[in-house]
């Protein structure tokens, strides 16, 4: 389930949590949050960047642990194993 942020619409007619804005773990099927959970003041989504990651073992690594090979481009039509 998607992470969805939301933050007040009207600072003055709403409460910490959603002035400051909140985090809500929600199903893309539910309908659209409208009111904050605490004080039912209307509230907007926000849009941010997904959380993408890194290992920090580096996929090459895992890779070669776990018996694939690289292989390296030298002319056309023609690979060398690298490891």
Known sequence: MPIY???AKDEDKSCKHCVDG???MRKMSDA???ACPECAAP???LISAPAVGRSESGLDDR???AGFHKL????????E???
């Open 72 to 79: 390296e481009r030298r002319d056309k039509g023609t690979y």
């Open 32 to 34: 659209p949050l409208e």
């Open 22 to 24: 909140f985090e809500l």
């Open 43 to 45: 509230v907007t989504k």
């Open 5 to 7: 942020e939301y933050q």
């Open 63 to 65: 890779a070669k642990s």
């Open 81 to 83: 194993k690298k490891y």
